[in-house]
C-alpha cells in the first residue's frame, strides 16, 4: 500500500506527474514526453495542504481519495 504525498501548495498553478517518471515527484519535470501520459494541471485558488495520490488507484487524480485503503 501507497500512501499519499501530503503537501502545502501555494495558491496558483502546479503540474502533478502522472506518468511516475518525473525526478521531481509529485511535480513534473518533462519526462513524460513519449510516455502517452500527460501531468495534471492543478489550479489552487488559494494556499492549501492537498493529498496526492501515489498509489495509481484514485478516481480523482492527482488527488487521493483513500483507494488505496480498498482491499481488490
Known amino acids: 500500500m501507497k500512501t499519499p504525498i501530503v503537501l ?3 495558491a496558483g498553478e502546479h503540474y502533478v506527474c502522472m506518468c511516475g517518471k518525473s525526478k521531481n515527484s509529485p511535480f513534473c519535470d518533462g519526462s513524460h514526453k513519449g510516455s ?4 495534471r494541471h492543478v489550479v489552487m485558488a488559494k494556499a492549501g ?5 501515489s498509489c495509481g488507484k484514485s478516481k480523482t487524480p492527482p488527488f487521493c481519495d483513500g483507494s488505496h485503503d480498498r482491499r481488490s
Open 8 to 10: 502545502e501548495l501555494p
Open 36 to 39: 502517452g501520459k500527460s501531468p
Open 49 to 53: 495542504q492537498v493529498a496526492v495520490c
